[in-house]
């Protein structure tokens, strides 16, 4: 785990790290911070606790214990990673451990929504990829560079083009992944749709 | 791309702009917050020195984390204790509406905004919760979003998102007697499997969702996101709006004819188009038990858990790692498979229909000495109307603990909690690792019939041998 956490922010272009093999499809946000860690207030101790119980099944087998990923950024998934809860808990816990980037078969719609909003880029390749890549990492480690611009991965011996959705690449590159500043500077618009909304007339007693 | 859909007249009424990035910005027409996914949003309206833009949007209630055995404060768990005391210091410093224990109005959030009537059709309806989905049930677009988004929402009332796409799921026939909503949401789940909703809103459709009653309906909404589907929806008719009709905070008088006439006007049009339609027969449907660690991962009552070979590539990994964890042998029957805890709730199956036929399974009888049963109402409203009907009695006199509104044991963030490697059969929707507070714990998902069964015979029963 990396000690002084500096969340990102700004233009996200290029995310160059080791990765870290997680295998299995389906995993849920309850195994990524088990609900018991949700009693906060903020966010900020939560990497420690990321993946916990699968961890202390596994005893200190499990990837997030192992002492070769303890530098890792780049997490490598399989399909519908992230499934389940809301919770934002989830990629925090995972950023916090140090996660900058996540590739995976594919991803849970709210997890997904949510790593784009913290800044963590979640890219998708097809399923023989990421086994080759999950097959590297048995015995190698496999540092990427991940160039946003072009959505390619690339080492020293594997190269993939990574598929992201337009809108996310977009606000990677401009710095506008971070939404409020953006969603804000069209004030004016929101108090139109505010007064042109049908139902806010006949619930007017709400506002 | 889907046209003409309701999804699609809601969306394009709410979009405020296309946004440089090229998603949308939607504005949201009701927001509802609670106390687990609030407090790092309003943390960061404060760091960016922003207010809440229209704090009459926003309605609170505090649900996750409330103790269901004595909610007497400050909570016993200090951490519980804080959370809602930020809740309230939010709210008030905001001047957010929150619903408190005791209001008479405090319960699930997605329990109580139908019920308040804050729920509506044609509404954009976000919630930093999963499960808003359930909105849907009235014909508004209503989805579940992280902290930050919650935190666009309080600013700005307004979020980026990409459309969805639209996929109909149309339900032929009439479920037969002893199955239910849970079971047909249970089966779709299972049918299309737990990723095949992503990217889509599910619009269900046909006979037997037209006969379902409206909390029915939110079973079924409530679930989509089980399906992999951010949003789910069913187009408003006679039942949405009588539901609706002098609930709290409907529409009254004058205003009432107003919403009536606009909801009208709001449905899928008969032409319309969709990205995708799966159609199934309804009345072919058993009750439905799930028996792995994914909510897709479920069999007929009748039925055994499927041996590998039966499951197509895809399935196979996960059901490998479900049939160790759940100790359960492919191919053993998942009838007769013995329970140690029941739990009757959640905003799936908390509502006062499900604790009705509940009752109806277990009047007169008498819990196994080796079960312990807990029914928790999804609300106060629901607590106190279960009450009038001697609903809690009948739940009392059978064997199970009767308890005070919450999420309690669906996510086990209070003192509800599995022991070891405990069974439960749980009208809840989530039967992942350890989700009911024990890290080996296992849930079997059934419908509250099929609990109230289970609590009965101490095992995995099928509710139509009581009921018929
Ligand atoms: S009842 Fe369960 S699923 Fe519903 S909001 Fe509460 S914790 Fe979430």
């Known amino acids: 785990m990396q000690s002084a956490f500096t969340p990102p922010s700004g233009k996200i272009s290029q995310i160059n790290g080791q990765c870290i093999s997680l295998i299995g499809n389906d995993i849920d946000t309850d195994r990524i911070i088990p609900a018991r860690f949700l009693k906060c207030v903020d966010f900020d101790s939560l990497g420690e606790s990321v993946f916990e119980d699968d961890r202390k099944t596994l005893k200190g087998k499990h990837p997030f214990d192992l002492k070769e990923n303890k530098k890792a950024s780049i997490l490598i998934v399989n399909s519908n990673f992230g499934c389940g809860s809301s919770r934002e808990h989830a990629p925090q816990a995972l950023m916090r451990w140090g996660i900058k980037a996540i590739i995976g078969e594919s991803f849970a719609d709210i997890f997904y929504s949510n790593c784009i909003a913290i800044g963590i880029p979640c890219f998708t390749l097809p399923k023989n990829s990421i086994q080759k890549i999950q097959k590297y990492e048995d015995n190698k480690f496999l540092f990427l560079e991940i160039d946003l611009k072009n959505s390619i991965a690339k080492s020293k011996d594997l190269n993939f083009n990574l598929e992201i959705k337009e809108s996310s690449r977009k606000m990677f590159l401009s710095g506008e992944w971070d939404a409020t500043s953006t969603l804000l500077a069209n004030e004016n618009l929101i108090?139109?749709?505010?007064?042109?909304?049908?139902?806010?007339?006949?619930n007017n007693h709400l506002l | 791309m889907s046209q003409d859909t309701l999804f699609d007249k809601v969306w394009?009424?709410?979009k405020v702009s296309n946004l440089p990035g090229g998603s949308d910005q939607i504005f949201i027409g009701l927001h509802l917050i609670h106390e687990v996914t609030s407090p790092q949003a309003f943390g960061a309206l404060k760091d960016k020195n922003l207010k809440v833009k229209f704090p009459n949007r926003t309605v609170a209630t505090v649900d996750h984390i409330v103790p269901t055995d004595n909610q007497s404060r400050p909570f016993k768990d200090n951490l519980a204790e804080q959370m809602i005391s930020t809740l309230e210091k939010n709210c008030l410093q905001h001047k957010?509406?929150?619903?408190?224990?005791?209001?008479?109005?405090?319960?699930?959030?997605?329990?109580?905004?139908?019920?308040?009537?804050?729920t509506q059709p044609g509404m954009t309806i976000a919630c930093g919760d999963s499960h808003t989905s359930t909105h849907g049930a009235f014909g508004s677009i209503a989805f579940g979003i992280g902290t930050s988004q919650v935190?666009?929402?309080?600013?700005?009332?307004?979020?980026?998102?990409?459309?969805?796409?639209?996929?109909q799921i149309w339900c032929e026939n009439q479920l037969s007697n002893g199955v239910y909503a849970k079971d047909l949401v249970l089966h779709i789940i299972n049918k299309l499997g737990v990723k095949a909703g992503v990217g889509f809103a599910y619009e269900f459709a046909g006979p037997a969702i037209n006969a379902l009653s409206m909390e029915e309906r939110m079973t079924i909404c409530n679930m989509s996101i089980e399906g992999g589907a951010r949003c789910g929806y069913i187009n408003p008719d006679e039942k949405t709006y009588s539901y609706l009709k002098n609930k709290l905070c409907a529409p009254?008088?004058?205003?009432?004819?107003?919403?009536?006439?606009?909801?009208?006007?709001?449905?899928?049009?008969?032409?319309?188009?969709?990205?995708?339609?799966?159609?199934?027969?309804?009345?072919?449907?058993?009750?439905?038990?799930?028996?792995?660690?994914?909510?897709?991962?479920?069999?007929?009552?009748?039925q055994q858990i499927p041996l590998l070979d039966d499951l197509s590539p895809n399935d196979k990994l996960v059901a490998e790692e479900a049939y160790e964890y759940m100790s359960f042998k492919p191919g053993q029957s998942i009838k007769n498979t013995p329970v140690e805890v029941c739990f009757i709730g959640s905003c799936t199956n908390g509502r006062i229909s499900d604790l009705r036929v509940a009752t109806e399974v277990l009047k007169g009888k008498k819990v196994s000495k080796n079960v312990k049963a807990f029914v928790v109402p999804g609300s106060e409203q629901v607590a106190s109307e279960a009450k009038q009907e001697g609903l809690d009695k009948i739940f009392k006199d059978s064997g199970f603990q009767w308890r005070e509104p919450g999420c309690s044991m669906c996510l086990a963030m209070n003192s509800d909690k599995l022991i070891g490697n405990q069974v439960s059969a749980s009208s809840s929707n989530r039967n992942f690792k350890g989700r009911q507070g024990s890290p080996s714990g296992r849930t079997l998902l059934m419908s509250p019939a099929m609990v109230a069964a289970a609590a009965i015979n101490g095992k995995v029963s099928d509710v139509r041998e009581f009921i018929n």
């Open chain 1, 191 to 202: 108090e139109n749709k505010l007064n042109d909304l049908p139902y806010l007339k006949f």
């Open chain 2, 12 to 14: 394009d009424l709410h």
């Open chain 2, 96 to 118: 957010i509406r929150f619903f408190n224990i005791g209001s008479g109005n405090q319960g699930i959030v997605h329990v109580v905004a139908p019920e308040l009537g804050l």
């Open chain 2, 151 to 167: 935190r666009d929402v309080l600013a700005t009332q307004t979020i980026a998102m990409n459309k969805l796409k639209v996929r």
């Open chain 2, 252 to 302: 009254k008088n004058e205003h009432w004819n107003k919403a009536l006439a606009w909801w009208k006007s709001l449905k899928s049009d008969e032409n319309s188009i969709y990205d995708d339609v799966v159609k199934l027969d309804a009345s072919k449907i058993e009750p439905t038990v799930t028996w792995g660690i994914t909510p897709g991962q479920s069999v007929g009552i009748n």
